[in-house]
């Protein structure tokens, strides 16, 4: 069976619903099956190219959402550093900082529903001035217009970043100051002004395998250029610090599940990576995944880029 969909995927036709669950039954020794189909058809269409981003957390903290599975929420009592939004001398050093270790793309990420209109225009300015050195400006700056994504486009900037978190029909268990309405109609105003979209969302909130796959075909009917996957990690504080972490081999098949039906997207790992996987992070690739987050993340620690760029070389892949 994942041998046949491995072949359809390859041929350009796409997985029903009904295959992406049989896919994510598949147990026991398939499951290496599974994940060697995945980076089969990551190959095919990615190549052995590798696209690295970095982040900066730009903003941090004081946000008026309540998210539960995040540190910065409303709801929050993380003990966390909070600050406002940094100056353009330290996003053109982080930036720079981010070119040196080997990143295609940075971005700027800010807490909060949205920036206000005297943010918006200095985040602008750091867009046009983080252009001018040579690496991708990307932002993360809440569910802004079409009039605000505009401006930011004329100053530089190349991608936005707004995840849809998981399904629709799971989102009212984890935010309740925002829907998922909100939430597609910023895609639809990013798609309008012409950017380019990075959208995914966290795993291992409590969600259901059909929750992972509707979010997945949503994604494709977006036709969004880039799925970040993050893998929950739970924060004291948190209305979701007890929940347990995911086990290793379920967060890789999420990967190849991802690949199978996204099969020419970016599919790229980004939060609780080592956390999660450990001593298996060096399978991303061979689950199916073409790209990583590189550094340190908003409130928790990555990896060093030297690690990184050590396992991807391994593997015989180019960043």
Known sequence: MIKHLEEKIIKGRYLSKEDAFSLSEVSGSQIFDLFTSANRIRNHFKGIKVNLCSIVNAKSGLCSEDCSFCAQSSKSTAKI???????????????????????????????????????????????????????????????????????????????????????????????????????????????????????????????????????????????????????????????????????????????SLYRFILPKKEIRICGGRMQVLGEFNSMVFFSGADSLLIGNYLTTSGRSYEDDFRLIKAYGLTP
């Not at 252009?131 to 930011?152: D, H, N, Q, V």
């Not at 990013?190 to 909130?205: D, N, Q």
């Open 81 to 255: 550093e909070v600050y406002p939004l940094v100056s353009k001398k330290t996003a053109i050093q982080k930036a720079k900082e981010a070119k040196k270790s080997g990143a295609k793309r940075f971005s700027l990420v800010t807490s909060g529903r949205k920036v206000s209109d005297r943010e918006l225009f200095v985040l602008a300015d750091m867009i046009s001035q983080i252009r001018k050195i040579s690496i991708i400006p990307c932002a993360s700056l809440g569910m802004l217009t079409e009039r605000e994504l505009s401006i930011l486009k004329s100053a530089g900037l190349e991608r936005y970043h707004h995840n849809l978190e998981t399904s629709e029909k799971f989102f009212p268990q984890i935010c309740k100051t925002h829907n998922y309405t909100d939430k597609l109609k910023t895609i639809h105003a990013v798609k309008s002004v012409g950017l380019s979209i990075c959208s995914g969302g966290v795993f291992g909130m409590g969600e259901t395998w059909q929750d992972r796959i509707d979010m997945a075909f949503l994604l494709k009917d977006l036709d969004v250029d880039s799925v970040p996957i993050n893998f929950f990690i739970p924060i004291k504080g948190t209305a979701l610090e007890n929940r347990d972490l995911l086990r290793p081999f379920e967060a890789l098949k999420i990967i």
